[in-house]
């Protein structure tokens, strides 16, 4: 899987970006284009979508809305197009939130979704997708800080230990804040 890929914006269409990386030149599907900027160095959170006969690359400006598009293709009934009108509305918690509460009237506001797959993404992700409401998006130092401690054979219990170390320093780079946390831990 291609998790992400970081470049240059050249070009921005009503249903697309072109993200130039390394001079190649990528087209990527995403729910609203015109969410990013032209000649804007990004890294943009990525889906290759894989069928007989068509690879289609979509792209996404949070690794949420990543999340949110990848477990919307596991409804029965749900392709890409619809997973991607429910992204575009940019209310990711609310989705949850709908999803969460049986709210099927808010699914069906979403083009393509009617009585039916509302209650099919009901039945399929109701409790099986986290909402977390006020929980800020953990940032990229302390994910890779967490994934160094645990590669290096640290228990969950311990790195949950050292959460509020890690997030107090998460502006440090990752090696810094990671032998920080190594000497609190031995």
Known sequence: ???????RITTIRAEYIVLEVGGIGFGLKTPNPFAFELH?????HTYLHVR?????LYGFKTAE???LFMELLTVKGIG???ALAIVASGAIDKVYQAINNADSRYLQRFPGIGPKASQQIILDLRGKIKFSENEEPENETA?????ALKSLGFTNKEI?????????????????????I????S
């Open 1 to 7: 899987m291609i998790n992400y890929l970081k470049g």
């Open 40 to 44: 804007e160095e990004v890294a943009v």
């Open 52 to 56: 007989e006969d068509l690879l289609e």
């Open 65 to 67: 809305e990543r999340e």
């Open 80 to 82: 890409p197009k619809g």
């Open 143 to 147: 994910k890779n800080v967490k994934a």
């Open 160 to 180: 949950k230990a050292v959460e509020p170390m890690i997030a107090e320093h998460a502006d440090k780079p990752v090696n810094e804040l990671l032998k920080m």
């Open 182 to 185: 190594l000497k609190k831990l």
